[in-house]
């Protein structure tokens, strides 16, 4: 059975410091996507991972995947307000002729002053 | 152009209404979805189409009814709905059906079921 994991669930840090969400999934897959969500708003795309080893960054997030481990993280770096919000990570996989995309259950990050 | 537009972004409707949700890209892509999304949920796949034909359909009650008129267009009619389906209705969609490229998210239409 295809699974998307996340850990933790529930994320609260303070301001200023670092942490780590963990993506892992079940089946191999060639596309991992990481999203942000605020609340009652859309899917906004933070970061597409296509091959392993890879790593990327925008401000204070920085993603990265390890297709052999199935694993990928969503590294935090002195946390601010403004990243409060559910992370998701998402994997692309294909099924007969077509690709779906599989959510994690997602990750509420409340970052406190 | 690479944006995947939905209208409306909010509805509210009764359990005897018909209204439909429409999506909308201009960027050539050939496979359009639609996800339903329910509070503190990840999204959920309903419907895949590729090439104007449904492909998938993920076990979706019959009362969502999709509709793709064109290759630019994807509709979702609603009757008879329930409460339960109030949630947000993602709009999506990717280069084909098969392929290395990002799939697009539209803004979402926010539905309450009275």
């Known amino acids: 059975e295809l699974k998307v994991e996340q850990n933790p669930l529930f994320l609260s840090m303070q301001e200023g410091k670092n942490y780590t969400i963990y993506c892992n999934y079940s089946t191999t897959s060639d596309r991992l996507y990481w999203y942000r969500q605020d609340p009652g708003k859309s899917l906004e795309s933070l970061f597409v991972?296509?091959?392993?080893?890879a790593v990327k960054q925008e401000g204070r997030l920085m993603a990265s995947l390890d297709t052999k481990a199935r694993l990928s993280t969503l590294h935090i770096t002195a946390a601010v307000h403004d990243l409060s919000a559910t992370y998701f990570c998402a994997v692309d996989i294909q099924v007969t002729s077509y690709d779906k995309v599989i959510f994690g259950p997602g990750t509420s990050l409340s970052v406190i002053p | 152009d690479t944006e995947v537009t939905q209208t409306p972004k909010h509805l509210v409707m009764g359990m005897t209404n018909k209204k439909s949700l429409k999506c909308e890209q201009h960027?050539?892509?050939?496979?359009m979805y639609w996800y339903k999304q329910k509070a503190k949920k990840p999204p959920e796949l309903m419907f895949v189409y590729s090439y104007e034909k449904l492909s998938i359909n993920e076990s979706v009650p019959s009362r969502f009814s999709p509709e793709c008129p064109n290759s630019s267009l994807l509709n979702l009619h609603l009757h008879a709905l329930q409460p339960e389906d109030s949630a947000l209705y993602l709009c999506a969609s990717r280069t084909g059906p098969s392929s290395y490229n990002e799939q697009f998210f539209g803004p979402g239409t926010r539905l309450t079921v009275l």
């Open positions: 991972l296509l091959s392993n080893g």
């Open positions: 960027m050539g892509h050939r496979a």
